[in-house]
């Protein structure tokens, strides 16, 4: 539902570009919607979803089947031969059973082999055939139970490492967000101050081209001199060249800005503030700002923090490899043929249940120097976190004291251009009336050209300042 909503938001932008002016807001939309970045710190969020869910299941039994066939060349014989066994028969004298063994009749004693051994007189034949079993096909399986008991901790570290990767990720996609916000404001602004200065551009040319004709008059009239068109034509041919210039650098900064909002590089963009009629917005610069809660806002802290979580549950893996490990199976096994009732050949099987018990005893400091490097990358990650909180407490100041800078600038800015405008009126003024030169005329329509490009740069460095103050504040997405 959200996907279909911002696809429509998105399309009727697109549609309506040429003929609608596009807000700030519209652009951050559309370039969220579309910047592949995003999309792929998106999948990285699924990613490790699937990852926790992963090791959440290592809390459960785990249940496996295997099975297999094999086949032999030749049965199995348990006799080479067949096998004659001697017999007893029961004597009521002794209550026993007495092999029947070949006596001398003359003597009633027992006849030894000439190797020592007794004669039997009776024997039972075994043939060979009866003990010889036809295994060329054999079907076996076995179902297996396996159910933790104790794994040293790893179980419980792998979870929450999966946790902490999961929130990482969700970290990560909002610091990518934050800095498309913050390059699509500064390529929006970059047009605006362009279209600002295009329009300036205009004007100044428009300003040398009515002195240019006012200087031929003169020059018919013989009051000016040639020398004196010569100067304004060459200043009119210069501003026509900054005014190409600002034309490409416009059209470059519409397609960039384009771009990073995913549409086509030659979208005829009109940007809603591009008149830059309305005065420029400010945040209050305070003098201090409560570093706690700016680093509880900040992805990029969040991010470190989450790090060194992470590393601690890494720490408690490597330790784990030193703890005893027990586990609970229960299987049950099958074949066929199978031995569990003679020789048969069907399938049967049965069930068994016990448990392994691993302990570590020696494995020549590997384990212990792990555990070791794992607590040296804790160590790491909290010094990583220490400094870039120092690095932000001094970036928040540079940008308090940017923003304050930039606006007390501006007001010097339009203080000038106010003057600059009562400069260049009152050398035109003159000039009308014969006092004043046209060089005169010229350094106040420059001077008017410098105060009004200076105000320009000073309202869009307003505006770039609050959005970078905001951004080390950690406020650019909620605003």
């Known amino acids: 539902m959200r996907r279909n909503t911002i696809f429509l938001i998105l399309f009727s932008c697109a549609i309506t570009t040429s003929a609608q002016a596009l807000s700030l807001d519209s652009c951050r939309t559309m370039a969220l919607a579309n910047n592949k970045q995003l999309r792929i710190q998106s999948e990285r969020i699924r990613s490790s979803q699937y990852d926790r869910k992963a090791a959440l299941a290592t809390y459960l039994p785990a249940i496996d089947f295997s099975g297999g066939y094999i086949y032999n060349q030749k049965d199995v014989a348990i006799f080479d031969s067949d096998q004659l066994l001697p017999t007893k028969t ?70 929450k490492l999966a946790h902490f990767a999961e929130e990482l990720a969700k970290t990560s996609h909002n610091i990518d967000a934050e800095n498309i916000i913050y390059a699509v404001d500064a390529a929006y602004w970059q047009v605006v101050s362009l279209k600002a200065k295009h329009k300036l551009a205009t004007s100044y040319v428009n300003l040398l081209d009515t002195l240019q004709r006012n200087v031929k008059v003169l020059l018919n009239e013989g009051v000016a001199t040639k020398s004196d068109l010569l100067s304004v034509s060459v200043k009119l041919n210069e501003a026509q060249v900054d005014l190409t210039k600002v034309e490409n650098g416009l059209s470059l900064s519409r397609m960039s800005l384009a771009q990073l909002c995913g549409l086509p590089i030659n979208t005829p963009l ?82 068994s249940i016990g448990a392994t018990l691993t302990i570590p005893i020696w494995h020549w400091g590997g384990n212990f120097n792990k555990y070791q490097a794992a607590k040296t990358d804790v160590t790491i990650s909290q010094l990583n976190l220490a400094d870039a909180k120092e690095k932000i407490e001094l970036q928040v100041n540079q940008a308090a004291y940017k923003a304050t800078e930039a606006a ?29 030169s046209i060089d005169n005329v010229m350094e106040a329509q420059t001077a008017w050209l410098k105060a009004n490009s200076e105000n320009i740069d000073a309202e869009i460095e307003v505006y770039l300042c609050n959005v970078y103050l905001s951004k080390t504040l950690g406020t650019l997405i909620n605003n």
């Open 408 to 436: 007390k600038t501006l007001l010097m800015t339009k203080e000038n251009l106010a003057n600059a405008n009562e400069n260049l009126r009152m050398a035109q003024a003159g000039f009308k009336e014969g006092v004043l």
């Open 270 to 351: 009109i940007l809603a503030d591009e008149e830059l009629t309305k005065s420029p917005y400010s945040f209050p610069v305070a003098k201090e700002y409560n570093m706690a809660d700016v680093f509880a806002r900040r992805n990029d802290i969040q991010a470190l923090e989450l790090g060194v979580k992470m590393y601690e549950q890494k720490q408690r893996i490597a330790q784990s490899a030193m703890m005893p490990n027990l586990a609970v199976i229960g299987s049950y096994m099958f074949s066929n043929p199978n031995m569990y009732n003679g020789f048969q050949k069907k399938f049967d099987g049965a069930f």
């Open 90 to 159: 029961s004597n009521p004298e002794t209550g026993k059973y007495d092999f029947n063994l070949v006596t001398n009749p003359a003597t009633g004693e027992p006849i030894k082999s000439p190797d020592g051994q007794y004669i039997p007189s009776t024997v039972a034949l075994i043939p060979k055939e009866s003990m010889t079993y036809d295994i060329h096909n054999m079907f076996f399986g076995a179902l297996t139970i396996t159910q933790p008991i104790f794994m040293g901790g790893k179980i419980i570290a792998m979870n």
